[in-house]
């Protein structure tokens, strides 16, 4: 029996609730093996980020090609990659292993407000990467920074948004609705064909830390077990929804808690 596999190209987070540590929490908690390969390390906490050291773009390089060369991946999650450099050695990688499915989750900014990408680095995400992803996975901001326009506030314009991003070359994008306001938290997955809304009810709680990370890393779980778009997409709607609504059961740092990722387990 194969055994799925998913590799996520990310940042580290010290902390543990976001970044890498998050990405492969999730995988576990999915029953998904995961590998991963670390594109910086981060001095980070609840409270926010104090530093950031960034892997040698050549590092990242060889990390990739060590798991590819001998793990069946099935997915690739990517998160934070910090720089530019890291970039360029994501897209070669990419084109030289041609995997299947990538999920592009374009980090910008943490939870907490710490700029987590180089502004300089914007535009090769936006040129070079974007246009290898099956889905990317936006929130509201980083959706209209993509774009440089103003923060989408209705229906209307974040499909909008999303129509405009397929147009720089990814398959599908799900725009999270976790910025948004009122008593849904909405994410809407835009396709070639169709717009897909899908709802929860929105949780009052704070301990929000890696939810993005973690919501993509879903939908790569998915991806790997051989799940299509929409159903990964739904399924890890549904675990996301059900960790953060028992985030509360953490007592995590004084800041934005983690969501808890085995709360089917514990």
């Given amino acids: 029996m194969s055994t799925p596999v998913a590799l996520t190209i990310a940042g580290s987070d010290s902390s543990g609730g976001a970044g890498i540590q998050a990405d492969l929490k999730t995988f576990a908690a ?15 906490n609840t409270k926010g980020v104090t530093g950031i050291h960034a892997v040698p773009a050549d590092f990242v390089t060889a990390q990739i090609d ?12 990517i998160g934070m990659v910090a720089q530019a450099g890291s970039i360029d050695a994501i ?22 407000g ?17 246009p290898l992803a ?3 996975t936006p929130n509201l901001p ?8 103003p923060v989408a506030r209705s229906e209307a314009e974040i499909e909008s948004q999303g129509r405009r991003l397929l147009g720089l070359g990814c398959r599908a994008v799900l725009i999270k609705g976790g910025h948004g306001e009122g ?20 949780v009052a709680t704070r301990n929000t830390h890696g939810t993005g990370c973690s919501l993509s890393s879903a939908v790569a ?46």
């Avoid at 590819?68 to 690739?76: E, H, K, Q, R």
């Avoid at 779980?221 to 059961?249: F, H």
């Fill in 221 to 266: 779980a998915g991806l790997a077990k051989g799940e299509d778009l929409e159903t990964a997409v739904r399924n890890a709607k549904d675990w996301i929804s059900a960790a953060i609504a028992a985030a509360d059961r953490f007592s995590v740092g004084r800041g934005h808690g983690p969501v808890h990722h085995f709360h089917k387990f514990y």
């Fill in 66 to 77: 060590a798991v590819f060369s001998d793990l069946d991946v099935g997915a690739v999650k």
């Fill in 134 to 136: 099956s889905v990317i």
């Fill in 183 to 202: 008593s849904e938290s909405i994410d809407y997955l835009v396709g070639a064909d169709q717009t897909i809304v899908l709802a929860a009810p929105r």
């Fill in 142 to 149: 980083e959706a209209a920074a993509l774009l440089d326009a």
């Fill in 114 to 130: 710490d700029r987590l990408l180089a502004a300089e680095a914007v535009d090769a995400l936006r040129t070079k990467l974007m």
């Fill in 30 to 44: 999915l029953g998904v093996y995961g590998a991963s390969a670390i594109t910086a390390l981060t001095a980070q």
């Fill in 91 to 112: 897209v070669a990688a990419l084109s030289r292993w041609k995997p299947a499915c990538v999920v592009l989750d374009p980090v910008m900014v943490a939870t907490s």
